[in-house]
């Protein structure tokens, strides 16, 4: 056996392997995040300005947070998109770049039907990424020096 395929394989069972490492369990990580855009999102608006899909994040299958720049998001809530957790690619309807409350929808490549856009909220991004920050900081300390050891 050719021994430069060890290695690939061997790391493609590694990435396979270590999301499912995690300390947090799924549904509470999904949780969080829920709650970080929740918080983090302003005021319903009727509509947005959609050149392009920059990222997405599925919060459930009523939710979803889109990103049409890096530091510009937009929480939506759906009228219920089944399977919206576990789809790999998603598209938005648009009219002349806007995207528009009741009237544009969210589509996977599913065979369900397409997704409407009950609400759409600006998502303050930068205090979301400092929140955020502020949850993953650490309280570093030096240890003890550790007693010599004894001579008999």
């Known amino acids: ?20 490492c995690s300390s947090v369990p799924y549904a509470q990580r999904v949780q969080q995040r829920q709650v970080a855009y929740t918080a ?6 009727r509509s947005f300005t959609y050149f392009s899909l920059y990222s997405w994040e599925p919060l459930s299958d009523t939710e979803l947070a889109v990103y049409t720049r890096p530091n510009q ?22 009219n002349i770049n806007q995207v528009m409350v009741g009237f544009d929808k969210v589509l996977t490549r599913s065979r369900n039907f397409p997704c409407t856009i009950t609400g759409i909220r600006p998502v303050d991004v930068k205090s979301m990424k400092i929140a955020q ?3 993953r900081s650490i309280e570093a300390a030096a240890r003890n020096a550790a007693p010599p050891a004894e001579k008999n």
């Open 73 to 94: 998001a937009y929480l939506l809530d759906l009228g219920g998109c089944q399977d919206l957790m576990f789809t790999n690619a998603i598209g938005l309807t648009s």
């Open 1 to 20: 056996m050719d021994k430069s395929l060890l290695i690939p394989a061997a790391a493609l069972l590694l990435a396979m392997v270590t999301p499912g």
């Open 40 to 45: 983090a999102a302003g005021a319903p608006v």
């Open 133 to 135: 920050e502020k949850q």
